[in-house]
């Protein structure tokens, strides 16, 4: 760390001004700089820590070099010329690279990506994440939204919570923000749809509705007609909701802490008093197997296969 003196201090910038100004956040300026010794505080002589304002092009360099698949081990400390050399050498050698490694340097993109969601989700940034949110649902579309983005991301926020890196908190705000996110994406793409309406909800007492959200989505880029119950609803009103709406299919998501066993035996009953024609199909980590007349499908690409079939017979 490098020292100066107060009065030599005027030009300096603190972290909040160099994660604004990079658009990295301060909780990554953080990390790096404790993994790999970069960027370098200057430590004034009251304690207080800075940053040189020449790190804002260098940082800027770095994050342009991740997203292009580098590891940040490998660049966080380079220079603004070693960087610049990456910059250049990746662009000269895209037209070169065979059609096959492409979705290799998406994947990476889509890691990138994520990390630096989670990052914000550490940091309770919801600005970021919102804006993220609506970029890449916009370039992506709202299919591969969800596979290359949505769903990985949840499963990352389980393994830090798992793990002691996040906390509750952390994951309530992260299924909070995207749950919201997700809600008003599809409900503007199922305004007056005529097609078959599938009905969505979770079992009683199941609180958990990322799943269901991110389940309307794929729906809603199909020909189906959402209907959402939401959460926790009690077993004879969805059995009434179905009648009602004469819906095809009937979608609903259990969470692993609900439990395979528990959801079970109402999903028989349901089955049961539905009646066939009603579709029925289930999700997420307590989906019960080997139920007769209940499809289990946990790939957000085979759902979406599933639906369009369905919709042609």
């Not at 603190?14 to 300026?29: F, K, N, P, Q, V």
């Not at 698949?69 to 065979?98: A, I, Q």
């Not at 919801?126 to 970029?135: A, D, K, M, S, V």
Request: glycine share 8%.
């Amino acid at each position: 760390m490098l020292a100066v003196e107060e009065n030599q201090s005027e030009n300096l910038i603190t972290i909040g001004e160099l994660s604004r100004r990079t658009g990295i956040t301060t909780h990554t300026l953080r990390i790096w700089e404790k993994r790999y010794d970069s960027p370098k505080a200057v430590r004034l002589p009251s304690g207080h820590r800075r940053y040189l304002p020449q790190e804002i092009e260098r940082l800027r360099a770095v994050a342009r070099v991740i997203k292009l698949g580098f590891r940040p081990g490998k660049v966080v400390g380079g220079t603004l010329e070693e960087l610049h050399s990456l910059m250049g050498f990746e662009s000269n050698r895209s037209s070169k690279v065979p059609p096959s490694t492409e979705p290799d340097l998406q994947q990476r993109r889509h890691e990138f990506n994520i990390d630096q969601w989670l990052d914000w989700i550490a940091d309770f940034d919801e600005e970021n994440l919102n804006i993220e949110f609506h970029r890449e649902w916009g370039s992506l579309g709202p299919l591969s939204f969800i596979t290359h983005l949505a769903s990985p991301l949840i499963t990352r926020i389980g393994g830090k919570w798992e793990c002691g890196e996040f906390t509750v908190a952390h994951e309530h705000f992260a299924t909070e923000i995207l749950s919201t996110f997700l809600g008003d994406r599809w409900r503007r793409m199922n305004e007056r749809k005529p097609g078959k309406t599938a009905i969505l909800t979770t079992l009683p007492e199941e609180n958990h509705i990322l799943g269901l959200q991110m389940c309307a989505v794929v729906l809603s880029v199909t020909d189906w007609k959402v209907v959402s119950l939401g959460r926790n609803m009690p077993e004879e009103d969805i059995a009434a909701a179905v009648k009602q709406c004469n819906a095809s299919l009937l979608c609903v998501s259990v969470s692993e802490w609900y439990g395979a066993s528990r959801a079970k035996p109402i999903l028989f009953r349901l089955r049961k008093e539905i009646g066939q024609k009603t579709k029925v199909v289930v999700g997420g980590g307590g989906a019960p197997e080997n139920l007769a007349g209940v499809d289990v499908i946990n790939d957000f690409n085979n759902f979406y296969q599933w639906l369009n079939d369905s919709a042609n017979k």
